[in-house]
């Protein structure tokens, strides 16, 4: 009886041990990315990686796919908890990560975390796209994009020639609150958006965000404004959006040269830059 009992315990313990244990190796051989950086999840998706994406920040929002995968938070105000729920085998971020506390708890939980330089030239944006290619072994469909981002913005500055006017563009991101405007100023990657686009910022901040009065919108004299989805979804009309304090006395309003941006055209460089920006131009330059 008891030399049954041993051959059964021994037969239960197999089992499970191929059972459990095979598991167990797939899931440490297979790569699971939380990517907190709405720059790296476009490239990531860009090269084919997004099926090793488990999580990702509620900012990350291109390309649509990006709905299907669970969000950690914020990228400035991530979730400890739901990151690590997510059982990942690294993190990735551009740095422009908080708070302190849950990058510790990450840490300290044994999850590694992977920095990736952000580019902020045409030239780093190629050599971060290169970068994650290679993470994915597909070097090839990275160099077709860098190729295509260097057509894009060649046809850009032939496309730029054309225009002899600089309309001054006021980019709103978050519409209003508080009686106050979060506005993109003269400064960072929106900024150098208008200038490839052939327009002048109407703003004249020294800060890369800026909030700004109604009274300072209307002495701006915008003759575009470009308004981020979320500011100008939650108007919910072209005409609400000109009624707000400040903008209605601008040009732009007057003259319905109000536009809606996606947010995640403006902020960072990928793979569709040259795209974007040609877009811009086309609405700035618009009569």
């Known amino acids: 009886m008891k030399k049954i009992f041993v051959l059964s315990l021994l037969s239960i313990l197999i089992f499970s041990c191929d059972r459990f244990g095979k598991k167990q190796n797939e899931t440490a051989g297979k790569l699971r990315i939380v990517c907190v950086s709405k720059q790296l999840n476009e490239i990531i998706y860009a090269v084919g990686g997004d099926t090793a994406l488990v999580g990702i920040d509620i900012s990350s929002t291109y390309p649509p796919e990006t709905k299907n995968k669970t969000t950690v938070g914020y990228h400035r105000a991530l979730s400890g908890e739901g990151i690590i729920s997510l059982n990942p085998t690294v993190v990735w971020h551009d740095g422009n990560i908080a708070p302190q506390q849950v990058i510790d708890q990450i840490k300290k939980v044994g999850i590694p975390m992977r920095e990736f330089h952000g580019g902020s030239t045409i030239d780093s944006t190629k050599i971060l796209i290169m970068q994650v290619a290679k993470e994915f072994h597909n070097e090839q469909k990275g160099k077709e994009l860098c190729d295509k981002l260097d057509s894009d913005m060649a046809k850009l500055d ?81 005409e609400k959006f000109k009624q707000l304090p400040g903008i209605s006395l601008s040009p732009a309003a007057k003259n319905n040269r109000i536009y809606r941006i996606e947010e995640h055209d403006l902020v960072y460089l990928g793979p569709r830059t040259g795209e974007n920006v040609l877009e811009i131009m086309h609405l700035v330059h618009k009569k």
């Open 158 to 238: 032939s496309a730029r020639k054309s225009y002899k006017d600089k309309p001054r563009v006021l980019i709103i991101h978050f519409g209003q609150a508080a009686n106050k405007y979060f506005v993109m100023s003269n400064k960072g990657i929106p900024n150098q958006m208008l200038e490839w686009a052939g327009a002048i910022n109407a703003t004249d901040t020294s800060q890369k965000w800026r909030d700004l009065s109604p009274e300072v919108i209307a002495m701006a004299q915008p003759d575009v404004i470009l308004a981020t989805d979320f500011g100008y979804d939650l108007q919910g009309s072209l």
